[in-house]
C-alpha cells in the first residue's frame, strides 16, 4: 500500500488569492489524482497528474483555475487559483501503482479542507 | 451513462448487529470494485478491492461480494461497533474509463 500525506491539512483564504495543496507519497507510483468533495457530497476528480507532462482534467476543470504540476513519481502540486466561497472544499490526493495501474488499488490522503472567505 | 448507487443513502442500527451496505453499477464491464470508509472531515481509507475476476474478497469483520451479471457489489459488517460509524463509499473502474466512478455513500452510525 501506499502512504499520501498533504499539506497542509486546512487552510482559511481570501476570495481571490491562490494556495498550493502538496501530495507526497512515500513510494513511486504509476498515477496520482485530485479529487474535490464539496459538503455533503461525493467525489468529483478534478484531473489526473502525469509526470512530465500536462495534466488531463475532467469535464468542468480548466488548467488555468486548478494547475497541476507532478514533477516525479511521488510528488504533486495542485493550486486552487483567483478562490471564491465556491471552491470551498476538501481536496484530496490519490494515487494508485503498479504497472496496469488503472487495475489496481487506489489510496487516498487525508485531504486538505478549504474554507475561502 | 456509467452510473454507481449506494442504497441507503443512511442506515442506524444497534451495536452488535450484522449489517449489509449496497452498490449497484450499470455496467458489467468493469475492471476492479473498491470499498472505501469515511470519517467525517478526513480522506478516504480503502477497505477491500475485488478484481473483476474474483466473487468477494474479505478483512477481518468485513466481507464485501461482486455480482458483475446483476450490477451489485455488498459490503457485510459483522457485529457492528460505534468505532464502525463513518460514510462508506463504493467505487467502481470501469473497463471503457480511466478513472473510478464513487458513489454518494452510505452514512453508517452504529448505537451504542
Known amino acids: 500500500s501506499a502512504v499520501i500525506s498533504q499539506k497542509p491539512s486546512r487552510d482559511i483564504c481570501q476570495r481571490g488569492t491562490s494556495l498550493t495543496i502538496q501530495c507526497q507519497v512515500d513510494s513511486q507510483v504509476t498515477m496520482m489524482f485530485w479529487y474535490r468533495q464539496q459538503p455533503g457530497q461525493s467525489l468529483t476528480l478534478i484531473a489526473t497528474?502525469?509526470?512530465?507532462?500536462?495534466?488531463?482534467?475532467e469535464s468542468g476543470f480548466v488548467i488555468d483555475k486548478f494547475p497541476i504540476s507532478r514533477p516525479n513519481l511521488t510528488f504533486s502540486t495542485l493550486t486552487v487559483s483567483n478562490m471564491s466561497p465556491e471552491d470551498s472544499s476538501i481536496y484530496l490526493c490519490?494515487?494508485?501503482?503498479?504497472?496496469?495501474?488503472?487495475?489496481?488499488?487506489?489510496?487516498f490522503g487525508p485531504g486538505t479542507r478549504l474554507t475561502v472567505l | 451513462k456509467q452510473e454507481v448507487t449506494q442504497i441507503p443513502a443512511a442506515l442506524s442500527v444497534p451495536e452488535g448487529e450484522n449489517l449489509v451496505l449496497n452498490c449497484s453499477f450499470t455496467d458489467s464491464a468493469i475492471y476492479n470494485l473498491q470499498w472505501f470508509r469515511q470519517d467525517p472531515g478526513k480522506g478516504l481509507t480503502s477497505l477491500l478491492l475485488?478484481?473483476?475476476?474474483?466473487r468477494e474478497q474479505t478483512s477481518g469483520r468485513l466481507n464485501a461480494s461482486l455480482d458483475k451479471s446483476s450490477g451489485r457489489s455488498t459490503l457485510y459488517i459483522a457485529a457492528s461497533q460505534p468505532g464502525d460509524s463513518a460514510t462508506y463509499l463504493c467505487?467502481?473502474?470501469?473497463?471503457?474509463?480511466?478513472?473510478?466512478?464513487f458513489g454518494s455513500g452510505t452514512r453508517l452510525s452504529i448505537r451504542p
Open positions: 497528474a502525469n509526470q512530465g507532462s500536462e495534466a488531463t482534467y
Open positions: 467505487a467502481v473502474l470501469y473497463s471503457s474509463a480511466s478513472k473510478i466512478i
Open positions: 490519490s494515487a494508485s501503482s503498479g504497472g496496469s495501474s488503472s487495475y489496481n488499488e487506489q489510496f
Open positions: 475485488i478484481q473483476s475476476s474474483q
